[in-house]
């Protein structure tokens, strides 16, 4: 399984998950996960920067509708670019998105699916970032009931 958003790793991660996949000639499932970051704090804005897309944004209901299913094609969309990479290697592939908290969301489906490994990316956020929102890696290392592989941001001015 490999767990994907829209971070400047994702590419790094998914050719990580795609040469597994290969030596082992496993199914790659793909997971992507919708966050309700306003959940953590209503003026957290920069959702984006750490691959979240706040669901709740104190729109209008019916607008918050139609951003959730704008962002649920577009994440459709993206994800099956990601398969059809697979497919053409021979990989059998298929892809959800689910929404929640990142970490748990994670860890669920990797049992759900009896996934083994996980693979996903870890950024180097600052300290107050982390406290905001968290680890995802560490949440999902410390839970799953499998081996992860964590991919590093070796770039450290990415985020700056």
């Given at each position: ?41 209503p ?8 691959g ?97 592989v ?11």
């Amino acid at each position: 399984m490999v767990a994907i958003n829209h971070s400047p790793l994702t590419s790094i991660v998914f050719n990580r998950a795609l040469n597994l996949a290969q030596q082992e000639q496993a199914k790659l499932t793909l997971l992507h996960w919708l966050a309700d970051l306003t959940a953590i704090d209503p003026g957290f804005q920069s959702g984006g920067t750490f691959g979240f897309y706040p669901i709740n944004t104190g729109l209008s209901q019916s607008l918050r509708e139609e951003t959730l299913q704008l962002q649920i094609e577009q994440a459709k969309t993206w994800l099956q670019e990601y398969c059809d990479r697979a497919t053409v290697l021979n990989i059998s592939t298929e892809y959800q998105h689910h929404f929640g908290e990142p970490g748990a969301t994670i860890s669920s489906a990797a049992q759900e699916w009896n996934a083994d490994p996980i693979v996903l990316s870890r950024h180097d956020h600052s300290a107050i970032a982390e406290f905001f929102v968290g680890s995802v890696s560490n949440h999902v290392v410390d839970r799953a009931n499998c081996s992860v592989v964590v991919i590093k941001d070796t770039n450290p001015d990415r985020d700056k």
